[in-house]
């Protein structure tokens, strides 16, 4: 009996300073994960975008087929020519951080 208790302890010991073991690696490897982020970056999301597509979602959901239709080659219409002035607005800047923004476009 005493054996037992004996060999119990062992195996609770055993597994407190595994698992202690097992802690201290998570945590430094959350640590390094953590640091290995960018810091001092800022990343925007234009969120006027999504809700613009929304509402062209909803109103083209409440078009028959033929509006839809007229819609949509006027939609594109439109979005190229914006494209072309978003271009010739690119061309015009010598700033190269507004150039390299007009190429992510």
Same mark, same amino acid.
């Given at each position: 009996?005493?054996?037992?208790? #004996? $060999? ?14 097992? *802690? ?7 640590? &390094?994960?953590?640091?290995? #982020? &960018?810091?001092? /970056? ?7 975008? +999504? $809700? ?6 909803? #109103?083209? *959901?409440?078009? &028959?087929?033929?509006? #839809? /239709?007229?819609? +949509? @080659?006027?939609?594109? @219409?439109?979005?190229? +020519?914006?494209?072309? /002035?978003?271009?010739?607005? %690119?061309?015009?800047? *010598?700033?190269?951080?507004?150039? *390299?923004? %007009?190429? %992510?476009?």
């Amino acid at each position: 009996m005493e054996f037992l208790s #004996q $060999y119990g302890l062992f195996l609770a010991e055993t597994v407190t300073i595994v698992l202690a073991i097992i *802690a201290i690696v998570v945590f430094f490897v959350m640590l &390094s994960i953590r640091k290995g #982020q &960018s810091l001092g /970056k800022l990343r925007l999301t234009d969120l006027g975008e +999504n $809700y613009r597509d929304r509402q062209r979602e909803m #109103q083209h *959901a409440r078009m &028959s087929e033929a509006e #839809q /239709k007229i819609w +949509n @080659k006027a939609f594109k @219409k439109q979005q190229k +020519n914006e494209d072309k /002035k978003r271009q010739k607005q %690119c061309k015009r800047r *010598a700033d190269p951080f507004t150039q *390299a923004m %007009c190429l %992510c476009d």
